[in-house]
């Protein structure tokens, strides 16, 4: 190690940089490294959608045996799961990495905000749709569930964007506050959240006023989208615009943390 | 650097004698920091710090922990923004990814990603570079080419240090920042990084790092920096440096004040009231002074001689008259 790394001074051609592509690709495949090198972690995030189903769906002949309620409930507890994964992942895991020090390191490469953001959110939604292989099998061996190959595509690829907005708003939580500020901070938005947005209970129990709210809350129209892809139900009007507004807010939101945050507050 | 030669058809019989000098320390800052005052809470890490590093140089800022030589590199990596003043990288702001393309880091050894294999750090960390050092030639030239596919957290404490600073040069940068690179270190170790760190100087690259050690800048810097609690005390060259920092502390008891004796830097408060004929002289050479002293039949008892800490050193450099000479301001 006693040779000089050869050409250290040559300065970089001017406008030679790194695509945006593949530095996505690039913090993609570290972080899905990074993931499955903790493999219990990924197998506790494929079990519990799954559990759930096990334990409160199936038990519930009339609901499990009904094609029409049981595919529902597979759509509200798919969209559970996503919700939960995602902030709980991306809150937490966003703010322990940050208490790591290789974070500020990461930051002082040359990349933005940008690729490392889509690298997470692809990493989320790769695990997201692991999470949910085990659900559809119990969905499909123990309940009337049934759906299409079609509808179970247009479902997978729902999820897919559903989950965008609940992986940045993790991010926003994430990278504005502490770890242990983040855990509590992330429960609080998530119960609220997928009570009101109809995830636990059916919406068409809740009264007047509360389903005016649920119809403002991401995680209602993301259930009704979902619902509408796997069943054929037509979700009400809102719901995409609901959707997308929630997404660009919360994108705003991580992206403003993001370029707030300097790591630790401390030197 | 071949950018800050004058062009070889350029007519040679006259030599501007306004045109900056050839040599390592010319051509526009690589590195300027104008003004800078970063706050922590209550805490003022640096309180209006101006610093111009030019290619080719290799400074070492020196100073105690909690000086400020964190903070300073953590805003001319881009991690973090001062509160006023303004830090430029290579021509641009250290916020933007672009400007960050010419520039080397070292992680904190504890803090690689402990899962991942050492080849997969390493590629993860080229993929940023447009031409990048080919991870087996990097490996290799650090020794650590049979450690490429064991996962970081099996590394030595060396290995680590090694990588780390392996993982700086990978992108060819032409500023290299590095904190404290050899702390906790062997002697064998340091010694191979520094001559890393030398190879890299050599062949042209900028080096800005910071030490607590007296040792280790001596080792490698040509110009060095002293801060200490967020202000710089000193902006010179290392023999200048030197020559203030490395002093010796000669303790005595004497009826007569010789502060003024030939040799005495300058001296130190006497502990207590009642103890007003204990001096504290600081000296380059202690030795002579002590000679001079019995030559001139000076009548002291109780001498004690002892080094200057690094601290005691700076304390030199808050008094009056004492502050800031050849700087870049």
């Given at each position: 190690?006693t040779?000089?790394?050869?050409?250290?001074?040559?300065?970089p051609?001017t406008g030679?940089?790194?695509?945006?592509?593949?530095l996505t690709?690039?913090?993609?495949?570290?972080?899905?490294?990074?993931?499955?090198?903790?493999?219990?972690?990924v197998?506790?995030n494929m079990l519990?959608?799954?559990?759930a189903?096990?334990?409160?769906?199936?038990?519930?002949?009339e609901?499990?045996?009904?094609?029409?309620?049981?595919t529902t409930?597979?759509?509200g507890?798919?969209?559970f799961a996503?919700?939960?994964?995602?902030l709980?992942?991306f809150?937490?895991?966003?703010a322990?990495?940050r208490?790591l020090?290789?974070?500020?390191?990461v930051?002082?490469l040359?990349?933005?905000?940008?690729?490392?953001?889509?690298?997470?959110i692809?990493?989320?939604?790769?695990f997201?749709?692991?999470?949910?292989?085990?659900?559809?099998v119990v969905a499909?061996?123990?309940?009337?569930a049934?759906?299409t190959?079609?509808?179970?595509?247009?479902?997978?690829?729902?999820?897919?964007?559903a989950?965008?907005p609940?992986v940045?708003?993790?991010?926003a939580?994430?990278?504005?506050m502490?770890?242990k500020a983040?855990?509590?901070?992330?429960q609080?938005?998530?119960?609220p959240?997928a009570?009101?947005?109809?995830?636990f209970?059916?919406?068409?129990?809740f009264?007047?006023?509360?389903?005016?709210?649920?119809?403002?809350?991401?995680?209602?129209?993301?259930?009704?989208?979902?619902?509408?892809?796997?069943?054929?139900?037509?979700?009400?009007?809102g719901?995409w615009p609901?959707?997308?507004?929630?997404t660009?807010v919360?994108a705003?939101l991580?992206v403003?943390?993001?370029?707030r945050d300097?790591?630790?507050?401390?030197? | 650097?071949?950018r800050?030669?004058p062009p070889?058809?350029a007519?040679?019989?006259r030599?501007?004698p306004?045109?900056?000098?050839?040599?390592?320390?010319?051509?526009?800052?690589?590195?300027?920091v104008r003004?800078?005052?970063r706050?922590?809470?209550?805490?003022?890490?640096?309180d209006d710090?101006?610093?111009d590093?030019?290619?080719?140089?290799?400074?070492g800022?020196?100073g105690p922990?909690g000086?400020?030589k964190s903070?300073?590199?953590?805003?001319?990596?881009?991690?973090?923004r001062?509160?006023s003043?303004?830090?430029r990288l290579?021509?641009?702001d250290p916020?933007?990814?672009a400007?960050?393309?010419?520039?080397g880091?070292?992680?904190?050894?504890?803090?690689l990603?402990?899962?991942?294999?050492?080849?997969?750090?390493?590629d993860?960390?080229a993929?940023?570079f447009?031409?990048?050092?080919?991870?087996a030639?990097?490996?290799?030239?650090?020794?650590?080419?049979?450690?490429?596919r064991r996962?970081?957290?099996?590394?030595s404490?060396?290995q680590?240090?090694r990588l780390?600073v392996?993982?700086?040069?990978?992108g060819?940068?032409?500023?290299?920042?590095?904190?404290e690179?050899?702390?906790g270190l062997?002697?064998?170790?340091?010694q191979?990084l520094w001559?890393a760190?030398r190879g890299?100087?050599?062949?042209?690259g900028?080096?800005?790092?910071?030490?607590?050690?007296?040792?280790?800048?001596?080792?490698?810097a040509?110009?060095v920096?002293?801060?200490?609690?967020?202000?710089v005390?000193?902006?010179?060259?290392?023999?200048v440096?030197l020559?203030r920092?490395a002093?010796?502390?000669v303790v005595?008891?004497?009826?007569?004040d010789?502060?003024?004796?030939?040799?005495?830097?300058?001296?130190a408060a006497?502990?207590g009231?009642?103890?007003?004929?204990?001096?504290?002289l600081?000296t380059?050479?202690?030795?002579a002074?002590?000679?001079?002293?019995v030559?001139?039949?000076?009548?002291?008892?109780?001498?004690?001689?002892?080094?200057?800490?690094?601290?005691?050193?700076?304390a030199?450099?808050?008094?009056?008259g004492?502050?800031?000479?050849?700087?870049?301001?």
């Open positions: 190690m040779t000089a790394p050869e050409r250290p001074a040559a300065a051609a030679a940089v790194v695509t945006p592509l593949r690709w690039l913090h993609l495949r570290f972080q899905f490294l990074e993931s499955i090198r903790i493999p219990m972690a197998i506790g519990f959608p799954a559990l189903m096990a334990f409160f769906v199936v038990p519930q002949q609901v499990a045996q009904n094609p029409l309620w049981a409930a597979v759509a507890l798919a969209m996503v919700c939960s994964a995602s709980f992942s809150g937490l895991g966003v322990e990495d208490q020090p290789f974070d500020p390191y930051r002082t040359p990349a933005g905000p940008a690729p490392r953001m889509a690298a997470r692809i990493n989320a939604a790769i997201a749709v692991l999470g949910l292989l085990p659900l559809i499909w061996l123990f309940t009337a049934s759906v190959v079609l509808q179970l595509l247009a479902g997978i690829g729902m999820i897919l964007v989950l965008v609940f940045l708003l993790g991010m939580i994430g990278y504005s502490p770890a983040a855990l509590a901070v992330v609080v938005v998530l119960f959240l009570f009101a947005g109809g995830l209970l059916p919406p068409m129990v009264p007047a006023w509360l389903d005016a709210i649920s119809k403002l809350t991401p995680t209602r129209a993301a259930r009704d989208l979902l619902d509408q892809a796997l069943t054929g139900t037509t979700a009400y009007g719901a609901v959707l997308l507004g929630w660009l919360f705003a991580a403003w943390a993001y370029r300097e790591g630790r507050r401390f030197r | 650097m071949t800050t030669r070889e058809r007519p040679a019989r030599e501007a306004s045109a900056p000098a050839p040599g390592p320390a010319s051509g526009p800052a690589v590195v300027a003004g800078v005052t706050r922590f809470g209550d805490v003022v890490a640096l710090v101006s610093l590093v030019r290619p080719g140089e290799l400074v800022l020196l922990n000086a400020g903070t300073l590199l953590s805003l001319i990596n881009g991690q973090r001062p509160d003043g303004t830090v290579l021509g641009g916020r933007d990814a400007s960050r393309l010419g520039l880091v070292t992680p904190q050894e504890s803090g990603p402990a899962t991942l294999r050492v080849a997969e750090v390493v993860f960390v993929g940023h447009p031409d990048p050092v080919p991870s030639d990097l490996l290799e030239q650090f020794g650590l080419a049979e450690t490429a996962q970081t957290g099996a590394l404490g060396g680590k240090r780390a392996a993982l700086s040069l990978v060819r940068p032409r500023v290299l920042l590095l904190d690179p050899t702390t062997d002697v064998g170790a340091r191979a001559e760190v890299y100087h050599a062949g042209g900028t080096v800005l790092l910071t030490s607590h050690y007296l040792e280790e800048v001596q080792a490698l040509q110009r920096v002293v801060i200490d609690r967020g202000v005390r000193a902006d010179a060259p290392l023999d440096i020559r920092v002093l010796r502390q005595l008891t004497c009826a007569v010789l502060s003024t004796w030939p040799g005495v830097v300058r001296t006497p502990a009231p009642d103890d007003a004929a204990r001096q504290t600081f380059a050479d202690a030795d002074l002590v000679r001079d002293l030559r001139a039949d000076v009548d002291f008892r109780d001498l004690e001689i002892r080094g200057a800490s690094l601290e005691e050193a700076f030199e450099m808050v008094e009056p004492a502050l800031v000479e050849g700087a870049d301001r």
